[in-house]
């Protein structure tokens, strides 16, 4: 690949929007990950200007995922990345094994304090940076959340800005076309980004979710990012998702339920609060660029953290 440069050794993942294999940089002899967008997401001219390529160019930081070289090949967009061999799925899964191991009950107790402590800093000065640089990443999830085998005590930093763009106050004037196309995971999403797509635009049964303010909403703002942030951290605290909706309505659906009270048992939210959040609070309001315009719930998943 691009004159034997790269030596393919295996594939890695396979996302909606490219394939990741392994490869051995022949010079260097470095290992790095390589993500070839599917073709659909790269015409020619589009490759050229391609949204991931062009933000990940402009990001520069140790809790983000480097790009470490692009080419055009057969058609093709490689994007020739920093290689990590975990994500925090393999770690959720990992310590989920581990306590059932020793028979404790995954529903009730998530990662340890420590390397909760470490994550959601990481992932803090990883979107902080982001949002300064002025785009907003709006698919955080675990899968999208690189690490090493040793986890937390490791590198931990941001991948797949497939469906990143840049943060607009007026999303009529974004300089970067509105994304469409279906995403699998819907777990992580905020609301406003799960009506994207949708065609759900009646009021969302049993709930006080109010779907036409929300697809008012600001999609290029950096508030969905703390939705998901939100969203992650809760599962590592309690072992298990929180919104595990199997269809869009269904995610919206228990959004809507636990509106006004926090997703997270009381006692655990309170120890959770004392010994790990207050020391989030000052990163937590600086990392956004100002508050979004019209987000009831965003508060609520903000003082959730
Ligand atoms: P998509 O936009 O299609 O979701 P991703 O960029 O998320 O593509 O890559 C798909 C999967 O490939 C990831 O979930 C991860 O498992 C793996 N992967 C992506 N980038 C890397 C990397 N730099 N190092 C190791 N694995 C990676
Ligand atoms: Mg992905
Ligand atoms: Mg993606």
Redesign the pocket.
């Given at each position: 690949m691009r004159g034997n440069k790269y030596k393919i050794l295996k594939k890695?993942?396979?996302?909606?929007?490219?394939t990741?294999v392994l490869a051995e940089d022949q010079e260097t002899l470095q290992m790095v990950?390589i993500?070839r967008i599917r073709q659909q997401f790269c015409s020619y001219e589009e490759s050229l200007s391609s949204r991931e390529l062009q933000i990940l160019r402009e990001l520069h930081h140790p809790n983000i995922?480097a790009l470490l070289d692009a080419f055009y090949e057969d058609g093709r967009l490689y994007l020739v990345?920093?290689?990590?061999?975990s994500?925090l799925c393999d770690l959720l899964k990992k310590e989920n094994r581990r306590l059932l191991s020793h028979g404790t009950s995954n529903r009730t107790q998530g990662m340890r304090e420590d390397e909760i402590r470490l994550i959601t800093s990481a992932l803090l000065q990883g979107l902080s940076y982001i949002h300064k640089q002025g785009f907003v990443h709006r698919d955080l999830k675990p899968?999208?959340i690189?690490c090493s085998k040793t986890g937390a005590y490791g590198p931990v930093k941001i991948?797949?800005f497939?469906l990143a763009t840049q943060y607009c106050t007026d999303e009529r004037h974004s300089p970067i076309r509105a994304m469409t196309g279906y995403v699998a995971t819907r777990w992580y999403r905020a609301p406003e980004l799960l009506l994207l797509n949708s065609p759900i635009t009646a009021a969302v049964p049993g709930g006080r979710l109010d779907t036409k303010g929300l697809q008012e909403m600001n999609r290029f703002a950096p508030s969905a990012d703390m939705w998901s942030l939100g969203v992650i951290f809760a599962e590592l605290l309690l072992g298990y998702p929180i919104f595990p909706g199997k269809t869009e309505e269904q995610q919206l659906r228990l959004i809507a339920q636990v509106l006004g009270t926090p997703p997270i048992p009381e006692e655990i939210f309170h120890e959770a609060n004392k010994r790990i959040i207050k020391s989030f609070n000052k990163q937590l309001f600086g990392s956004s660029l100002k508050p979004p315009p019209r987000v009831p719930f965003r508060y609520r998943v903000q003082s959730l953290m």
């Open positions: 890695l993942g396979k996302g909606s929007h490219g990741v990950a993500k995922i990345l920093e290689y990590l061999e994500n899968e999208n690189l991948a797949d497939s």
